[in-house]
């Protein structure tokens, strides 16, 4: 963190963090002059972070808005990203970012120097970070809640000069207003594949709904009238309740079904 300044860059808490994780796997290559590394970031979803970071890794001068020595490698579209990684290889140095290492075509594992793990920031890197940064301490505790933080909250929340307190208090709103999933309507073809004849637990009743189908199909066919169908069962209902009684479908509602 000695090559960056606390106040440079626009940087917040995740990109320190990310530069911390992306420094701390390319140590072995801090005083090479020359390279071309696959790094693995540990959240794909952060890849826009880790990119910032990685630019000030390479060059401290950098222009984030730049990106022609950092790339994130789209292996969906691997044709068109390797096309585009093979001119980056020209620069004196290039960071290339993969999801994983099985995302690395093999073609291009073998031209880069070494393919490096961004670990994941954990809590002693992020206490570390917050101290030289904000100049804050916080326990073991808050930086193992701070490291399982959304990124995007995390960057709004942790604010210069705003104390500890106050960075959980507005984390936890955000947590509380975040909208719940929405509900799954019911699929009303849900249970139709399921047969009163396959039902287990009803007893009585399901004795009486099955009599009740074979009377309704007797009368739907004139064998017998209306009169002859049983259209009301009562049965046992749970200790301290009254008894639970089953009707039958009226004549008119019946007929028109």
């Known amino acids: ?20 994780s992306i420094g701390g796997a390319m140590r072995p290559f801090k005083r090479a002059t020359r ?19 990685a630019l000030v890794v390479i060059d401290r001068e950098l222009d ?20 585009s990684v093979m001119d980056m290889l020209q620069n004196t140095k290039t960071i290339i970012l993969f999801k994983s290492k099985e995302a690395i075509p093999s073609d291009l594992r073998h031209s880069l120097d070494a393919i490096v793990q961004g670990p994941p920031p954990d809590s002693r890197l992020l206490r570390g970070v917050v101290r030289w940064a904000y100049g804050i301490g916080v326990t073991e505790q808050q930086a193992e809640s701070l490291a399982k933080s959304n990124w995007k909250r995390l960057k709004l929340a942790m604010t210069r000069g705003r104390p500890i307190s106050r960075v959980f208090a507005v984390l936890e709103k955000m947590a509380q207003e975040e909208p719940s999933a929405p509900k799954q309507a019911k699929d009303p073809e849900a249970l139709s594949d399921i047969r009163l004849e396959d ?29 002859d ?22 004549l008119h509602h019946a007929g028109s079904s």
């Open 199 to 227: 039902m287990e637990g009803y007893g009585e009743a399901k004795e009486w709904g099955l009599e009740l189908a074979r009377d309704l199909a007797d009368w739907r066919a004139g064998t017998i009238t209306w009169d």
């Open 1 to 20: 963190m000695k090559n960056i300044s606390r106040d440079g860059h626009d940087f917040s808490l995740p990109e320190f963090l990310a530069y911390a």
């Open 35 to 53: 390279y071309a590394i696959g790094l693995v970031i540990p959240d794909w979803d952060r890849r826009a972070t880790y990119m910032r970071a």
């Open 64 to 83: 984030f808005r730049f990106r022609d020595q950092v790339k994130a490698f789209d292996d969906e579209k691997a044709e068109s990203s390797i096309e």
């Open 229 to 250: 169908v049983d259209r009301e069962c009562c049965y046992p209902a749970r200790r301290g309740r009254a008894r639970r009684c089953l009707h039958a479908p009226s």
